[in-house]
Structures are given as structure tokens and as C-alpha cells.
């Protein structure tokens, strides 16, 4: 133990976050993990810094790289002990998505999650219009119920003929 | 392990390894899959299902106590220590026979994981809540794949009838309960398989009759995965899946 030195350096958890916005979703580089609403609780403890995120989906290959670029990231600024810890409740819904994340989704040309995440509704009926990012059109169809990865959907737009990406309500 | 926790033990290695045995098979698609489309959406269920038998796993091995995570309970056993339902084993088949396995599946896995997410084991609920999302998909892409092909061709009609036929016998012992699932329903901690079995029941009834297919008669039913009687298909999947940590028990990604 150093003494004193952890009262002179330890950067609060609001310090710390702003650093882990540097930390973003290797399958949707845009979004950072705040962005996605993954990141849960930022805690300074006796025995270090200890990051709490939820995963999006129960097998989202992306946490294994998340959990590591949050230990560089912190590692880079002087924090040598970070643990990464995860929990699974409340369980991530893409209502947590913030603003800032849907305007970056729809930047990059995947559609946000349209309406709410209710567990019924997605059972039999249809979401809601899903509005193409490219034209705004809400004629469009859905071609798959999975995408490239396992928080989207394929669809297509009936008017500017685009196929894309929706980020599905969960 | 007391009484008890042996109980809970061995019914979350139920929900487990039948997960991670159906993830497995589904995941010998990629690279297969007839489109595109499809490719990625069995690869989809396959992770996602992968990734519920990960956290149940891992709380089989809490709860033993013994040390073992979920890769050691998932790569260090034998089929005779595998708990999982019989019907995750069964072959991929066809594309038909693929897609009637896994309706039959997610048509009991969703009101179980919905029952489940009202445990008294705040653990169960917690994964259960989690899955149950997820599965909410999985459920409506098999039901519109089973009336697509139902409703479909001759061909596509009478390939997925005939995996109907082939997997019914396969479906009663998920529905019904033992003596592991009855002492755990006392304590409230397990999902109860009559509710279960009728809601699965209702939507079998509900797709099968959109998709112009006729369910079996009442006939027998195969029992044994959850006590650990298995199909000899289990040896060749667990061969493959678990080779690697076997032939390097060190290795890491
Ligand atoms: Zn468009």
C-alpha cells in the first residue's frame, strides 16, 4: 500500500465514466457501451475500480472484447486494478438505448428499435412500422427475424428498394 | 450437497444441457443452411441458446459447490451425467426435421422460462427473465417457419409432417414431471410442467392446424434424458463439441 496516495489520485466513478465512453461495441462501432445502456454501475473500491455491465443478449460474443477494452481503458489512465463484473437483472432491454445511441444507429444506417420492449407483443404481433433509415419510408417488409448479429432483424424498403438492419425491440 | 441442493442441481443441469445440446446441433448448420437468411438466424438461436446454458451452468456449479464452472460441467461429463431432454439430441435432419425440433422445443421452453421467471430462487428468476426475451423470438420464427412449410408445397408438406410424426414421441417427457420436478415445484423454485404442458400444447395445436398438419395419435413416449439415458447421439455431439478442452484441457482463448 502506498501511503496516501489513493486519497491524492483516485479519480471519482464520474471521471471514470466519462473515460469508458472511449469504450464502444466492437459489432456496432458507434455505440459506445453508454450509448447502449450495458453499462450498470462504476464503483471505487478498497481493492480497486469495479465496472458492473449487463449483457444485451445472453450469449453476445461482443461481452468477452468489452470486458477487456474496459481494463485497457483503464489500465491506459493509471488504474491498474479493474474488475469487470457482470449481472444479468434487471435484464438489458432496448428501451436503455439512449437518444444519442438511436441518432448514431440511424446515422449509420441501421433503424432503431421502434416503440417499446414489450415481452407479449413480439410474441405473435407485428412491431411497429419500422421506418427505413436510408429514405424514411415506413413501407418496408421484414425479411428475417435475425441478423448479422443477434439484436437485429433484416428488413427492406419497399420504396427505396435499400435492404437493412433493424435494431429489434427486446 | 444435501437433498435438496442435489435437486436443484440436477434441474438446472436439465435446463442446461438441454439448451447447450440443441445450441450444439444447431450450430452444425453454419456453413449448410439452404439460405442465407436462415444461416444466420440458426446461428442466432444457436448463441443465444448457447449463452442461457452458460448461466444456468454456471449456477449448477454454484450450487454444487465443488468448484466446477460452466465449461467444466459442459466439457468435462459424459452422456451418462447429461441431463438434457431427449429431443434436443435428435439429429438435424432435414431443414424440415431442424425447424419441427425446434418448434417443439420453443413451444415448451417459452412458458417454461415464463413460469420460471416467477422461481422463489431469485437466481432462476434473474436467468429465466433474461432467456425468456430472448426465446420470445425464437418462438415466433419456428411457429412461421413450421405454417410456411406446412402450408406450403407438397414436398415442404409432407417433409415437415414427417418430422412431426418422427419427433412426437420425443416431446412427453419435457411436459411431464418426476420426482426431481415435483419436490422442486413444492418449493416453489420449479416451473409446474402441467401449465407448461398446456400451453404447449395450445400452440402446437394452434400452428400445426394453420400449417394443415395432423398431430399424432396418443402413442408412447420416450423418456430418460432427464435421468441420464441417452439416444446413442449424445456420445458423437459431446465427442465434437468437446474434443478440443479434452485433447488440451489448458488451452485459452
Ligand atoms: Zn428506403
Known amino acids: ?130 421506418a427505413c433509415p436510408q429514405c424514411g419510408s415506413e413501407r418496408t417488409t421484414r425479411t428475417s427475424e435475425f441478423g448479422s448479429t443477434a439484436c437485429k432483424a433484416m428488413y427492406r424498403c419497399e420504396d427505396c428498394l435499400e435492404p437493412f438492419d433493424y435494431f429489434k425491440c427486446i | 450437497m444435501n437433498k435438496l441442493e442435489q435437486q436443484q442441481f440436477e434441474y438446472l443441469l436439465r435446463l442446461g444441457d438441454s439448451d447447450l445440446i440443441l445450441g450444439q446441433r444447431l450450430s452444425a448448420w453454419l456453413g449448410h443452411a439452404p439460405v442465407l437468411e436462415e444461416e444466420m ?22 450450487i454444487e459447490g465443488a468448484g466446477r464452472d460452466a465449461d467444466r460441467l459442459a466439457y468435462f461429463r459424459d452422456a451418462f451425467d447429461y ?38 430462487d431469485e437466481r432462476i428468476r434473474e436467468v429465466a427473465a433474461k432467456s425468456l426475451k430472448e426465446v420470445q423470438y ?36 419435457m411436459l411431464t414431471p418426476d420426482e426431481v420436478d415435483q419436490a422442486l415445484l413444492e418449493t416453489g423454485v420449479a416451473a409446474d410442467l402441467e401449465r407448461v404442458a398446456g ?6 395445436r394452434e400452428v400445426t392446424a394453420e400449417a394443415t398438419l395432423v398431430i399424432p395419435d396418443e402413442s408412447w413416449m420416450q423418456q430418460g434424458g432427464k435421468q441420464g439415458r441417452h439416444t446413442e447421439h449424445l456420445g458423437y455431439i459431446l465427442a465434437e463439441m468437446q474434443f478440443l478442452p479434452r485433447a488440451y484441457p489448458d488451452a485459452r482463448w
Open chain 1, 1 to 130: 500500500m502506498r501511503a496516501g496516495s489513493d486519497i491524492v489520485e483516485r479519480p471519482s466513478p464520474d471521471r471514470i465514466r466519462e473515460w469508458l465512453t472511449e469504450v464502444t461495441d466492437p459489432e456496432i462501432p458507434v455505440l459506445t457501451i453508454e450509448d447502449l445502456g450495458i453499462l450498470r454501475d462504476i464503483r471505487q473500491e478498497d481493492d480497486g475500480v469495479r465496472v458492473t455491465i449487463t449483457p444485451t443478449y445472453s450469449g453476445c460474443p461482443a461481452m468477452m472484447a468489452i470486458r477487456m477494452e474496459i481494463v485497457r481503458t483503464l489500465n491506459a489512465r493509471g488504474i491498474d486494478r479493474v474488475r469487470v463484473d457482470e449481472v444479468l437483472s434487471p435484464a438489458w432491454t432496448t428501451d436503455w438505448l439512449s437518444e444519442r445511441g438511436r441518432e448514431k444507429l440511424r446515422a449509420y444506417g441501421i433503424a432503431p428499435p421502434a416503440g417499446k420492449a414489450q415481452g407479449k407483443s413480439a410474441l405473435f404481433g407485428e412491431p411497429d412500422a419500422v
Open chain 2, 41 to 62: 438466424a440458426t446461428g442466432n438461436v444457436a448463441l443465444d441458446l448457447v449463452g442461457q446454458a452458460r448461466s444456468w451452468l454456471g449456477l449448477a456449479g454454484e
Open chain 2, 138 to 173: 425464437h418462438v415466433r420464427r419456428s411457429s412461421e417457419w413450421v405454417i410456411r412449410m406446412g402450408d406450403g408445397t407438397r414436398e415442404s408438406h409432407d417433409r415437415i409432417q414427417a418430422a412431426l410424426d418422427d419427433l412426437w414421441m420425443y416431446t412427453g417427457e
Open chain 2, 199 to 204: 400451453a404447449w400444447h395450445e400452440r402446437v
Open chain 2, 83 to 120: 441431463r438434457n431432454v431427449l429431443l434436443a439430441e435428435r439429429p438435424n435432419g432435414d431443414y424440415a426435421y431442424t425447424i419441427m425440433r425446434q418448434f417443439l422445443y420453443d413451444a415448451y421452453h417459452y412458458p417454461l422460462l415464463e413460469r420460471l421467471s416467477a422461481s422463489a
